[in-house]
């Protein structure tokens, strides 16, 4: 099976357009911008002494093109606070061409531009984090902010959205006696909109908001405490809340400068720099985080998205025959378990070989778990508990070469054994003819080119790193064949 992007499921990833906001909560763990913007560009703080220009509406056309190259169906609008960049009217409209679209915003400068994206968001969410003034100051935000809020939620009584509309609310220290009225008025204030979803986020200690943990952090069990009051107190409003640690491995997101992050372990991953690297690169990129993915609870889609290579990197804790010094089957051991260690299992190497007597000789993904960037046999793998060598070796071509071995010549070249053959375990070697280039799986190979034998050798002496084996089944089988064609 070969690498592809992942489609026709939805998948999410949040876009931090700018680092700019008009608030400066101590909270914040978003984007953040530069204390002064120096001269008319607007800068984005990728670290304490470094800071990067915002992308320009056509470079973040381009990131967004190619987003929806990899599969992505729905974006978010984040920052710092989207409205505040000039051009965001423009970015929500072309997002809308391609994408779901949701913005998530203070609610500042709504009025100002919400009757030009009215028709191309499909989900707005609004920040509420009190009702009280001096909470809001206390949380530094613009003591104006509640009435704008309120305004905001009045003008959908008369103006019904066609799009959802969601409250978030950041539940700290600083807020937690808030939250109960926060939900009495979307619920039974006469004079505001009762929203489609009300979440509520666990204090995040991220970023610059690590400043302020000691006052502001929440332990999760009083958190989830609230949420589940919350939940009883509003049965007719969806109320979801999400832990810090839902946020963590699995959040993808693009910085305003460009930048694709994973948020692993408490750390901001840069992925890939969205404006030079090439679709292709991109995919692989990904699929370098699919262990990433599959430990984590809340993916957004991406798990789903990257199924096709997650079920085959289930293979990587799959289950394998333990063998005796006579390869008598003793019982099972894991995949991951063999790596590293002296338990002796069974494997199948391939040769594909063409009729000129050259061998497709392939590079291993920079992405494997061992012998990244190394030469490596034409294909090959790990026998599974219950199957026989043939039926690895048959199962193995497919997966890794796309070829079905009842269509072409093959043959057994040995059975290797590894106290007398001095290989890493039990191992039959096969030969396939065929000369057609494969249609090689991109997630085990990055290239492969047809070699002679010589050549192979030759390459592996110069100091081509090459899988351990490879070179003693090189001279094994193809000796003969080096003294005829040096
Ligand atoms: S309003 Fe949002 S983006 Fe702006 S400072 Fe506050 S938390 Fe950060």
């Not at 204090?203 to 332990?219: G, Q």
């Not at 990129?285 to 262990?291: C, D, G």
């Not at 003793?330 to 378990?337: D, E, L, N, Y």
Request: glycine fraction near 6%; proline fraction near 4%; charged fraction near 25%.
């Amino acid at each position: 099976m070969s690498i592809r992007p992942p489609v026709k499921r939805p998948l999410l990833i949040d876009y931090w357009v700018t680092g700019r906001c008009n608030f400066r909560c101590p909270f914040c763990y978003g984007a953040f911008a530069p204390d002064k913007t120096e001269g008319t560009q607007s800068l984005y703080r990728v670290s304490d002494n470094l800071c990067r220009p915002e992308l320009s509406f056509n470079q973040v056309k381009g990131i967004l093109l190619k987003l929806k190259k990899i599969g992505v169906t729905n974006v978010v609008f984040s920052g710092g606070e989207p409205m505040i960049r000039r051009d965001i009217v423009d970015i929500i409209k072309f997002s809308h061409r391609h994408f779901t679209t949701y913005l998530s915003t203070n609610g500042y400068l709504f009025f100002e531009k919400y009757d030009q994206i009215r028709d191309s968001i499909d989900s707005l969410s609004i920040a509420v984090d009190s009702l009280n003034k001096n909470v809001i100051a206390n949380l530094g935000k613009n003591i104006n902010h509640i009435d704008n809020v309120m305004d905001i939620l009045g003008y959908f009584i008369n103006y019904k959205p066609k799009h959802i509309v969601k409250v978030a609310t950041m539940v700290s220290q600083i807020n937690k006696k808030d939250i109960l009225e926060i939900g009495n008025t979307l619920c039974h204030n006469q004079n505001v909109y009762k929203p489609n979803a009300w979440r509520l986020y666990q204090f995040t200690p991220h970023r610059k908001a690590l400043t302020v943990k000691e006052k502001y952090e929440i332990d999760t069990n009083e958190f989830l405490e609230i949420c589940h009051s919350m939940k009883e107190a509003f049965p007719d409003i969806y109320i979801s809340g999400r832990t810090v640690e839902e946020m963590e491995d699995g959040y993808f997101f693009i910085t305003p400068d460009g930048q694709m992050q994973i948020l692993l372990r408490n750390e901001y991953c840069t992925i890939a720099d969205l404006l030079t690297i090439g679709v292709n690169d991109l995919i692989k990129m990904l699929y370098r985080y699919i262990p990433e993915i599959k430990k984590s609870r809340k993916k957004r889609g991406w798990r789903k998205a990257l199924s096709p290579a997650l079920d085959q990197d289930s293979s990587y804790d799959e289950s394998l025959d333990l063998v005796d010094d006579d390869d008598i089957v003793m019982g099972q051991v894991s995949r991951a378990a063999v790596y590293g260690g002296k338990k002796k299992v069974r494997i199948v190497n391939i040769f594909l070989e063409n009729v000129q007597g050259k061998i497709w000789i392939p590079i291993r993904n920079p992405q494997k778990e061992i012998y990244p960037f190394c030469l490596d046999n034409s294909a090959g793998g790990h026998v599974k508990s219950g199957e026989d060598y043939d039926a690895a070796f048959k199962r193995e071509v497919m997966e890794e070469l796309n070829i079905d071995i009842s269509r072409c010549k093959w043959e057994l070249l040995g059975y290797l054994k590894p106290q007398v053959d001095k290989v890493s375990t039990f191992m039959k070697v096969y030969k396939i003819i065929s000369n057609t280039t494969p249609d090689f799986n991109r997630y085990d190979f990055l290239s492969g080119s047809w070699m002679k034998p010589s050549n192979v050798m030759e390459l592996i002496r110069n100091g081509q790193p090459s899988k351990d084996d490879l070179i003693i089944l090189m001279k094994r089988f193809y000796t003969q064949k080096l003294s005829m064609t040096v």
